[in-house]
């Protein structure tokens, strides 16, 4: 029998078959909702927290601190309290209820702030006070390793090699440089994809950060190319895949099918992969669905 940090990650992958506008290339959105934690970050986080054990770095009786803007909070919650730690997840005060209380309800504190900026800036205050450990999930290579070894040799595994596109939303970006980093390994020609709001958008776990903010983990030669999604396009998005695919997930799924389908409308044929980041359940509260 499993324990439940056993059923982290190998996620099934779904075609789509309605809203694809190229019968000569295949997109596949990989179903990360369909971890134990309901999002990607339950991969990151068990690889964060695991790693840091393994190294000494914590042990019981440390308390883990964390700025997050949703889900690597859930899925850190979740992976804490099997590990017995305890845990304060910084989050912004906009986030969805449903956020908060799953935090809460996997026995984390929430502290909830103005942005996650300030978000951030707090948990590195607390990380440096005795007693307190910060994963920083924005400067961990733990964070990038976990996706280096899981979800990249998953996606390569479950095309049958013969991928050519891979699309993810940057937040923290340890998804797209951890498998950027595997897939460029087995063929150098995959082509990795990156999608961040425009100027102005909101678009919940996906980022366009200030120069001062952005991930020390992110390394720009490893993305070929970065596509923006305005807040709109996400939002539709997020909708038709659940309406036409039965693809029920957030915001930032919606972000990465846009830009997954724009650049199938550019490829004479071709394997796309998009990451379908979390589970729509998580947004009920706001007016995505509404």
């Not at 949703?70 to 309290?81: D, E, K, R, V």
């Not at 082509?191 to 980022?207: A, D, F, L, N, Y």
């Not at 036409?244 to 846009?258: D, K, Q, Y």
């Amino acid at each position: 029998m499993a324990r439940i940090i056993d059923l982290i990650g190998n996620t099934p992958m779904a075609e789509l078959t309605k809203l694809n506008p190229n019968p000569k290339v295949k997109i596949f959105a990989k179903l990360e909702g369909n971890n134990p934690g309901g999002s990607v970050k339950d991969r990151a986080s068990l690889n964060m927290i695991r790693s840091a054990l393994e190294r000494g770095e914590i042990q019981a009786g440390t308390k883990l601190v964390e700025a997050t803007s949703g889900n690597t909070g859930i899925a850190l919650a979740m992976i804490a309290s099997l590990f017995g730690l305890e845990i304060e997840l910084v989050m912004p005060a906009n986030s969805t209820r449903e956020r908060k209380v799953t935090m809460e309800a996997f026995g984390a504190k929430v502290t909830l702030l103005d942005s996650i900026e300030i978000c951030r800036d707090y948990a590195e205050e607390k990380g440096n006070k005795s007693g307190y450990f910060l994963l920083n999930q924005f400067s961990n290579p733990d964070n990038y390793l976990a996706h280096y070894k899981t979800t990249g040799p998953e996606i390569w595994r479950d095309t049958e090699h013969q991928l050519t596109h891979f699309v993810s939303s940057m937040g923290t970006t340890g998804t797209i440089m951890g498998c950027s980093r595997f897939l460029k390994e087995q063929n150098k020609e995959i082509q990795i994809v990156g999608c961040q709001p425009t100027e102005g958008s909101s678009i919940p776990g996906i980022r366009r950060w200030p120069k001062e903010y952005l991930p020390k983990i992110f390394e720009p030669e490893r993305v070929d190319r970065v596509m923006d999604v305005t807040e709109p396009e996400a939002v539709e998005m997020a909708r038709k895949l659940a309406k036409s695919e039965g693809i029920f997930g957030g915001m930032s799924t919606g972000g990465a099918c846009t830009a997954a389908i724009k650049l199938a409308q550019e490829l004479e044929e071709g394997t796309i992969v998009f990451i379908a980041c979390d589970r729509g359940d998580r947004y009920l509260s706001s007016d995505l669905f509404g």
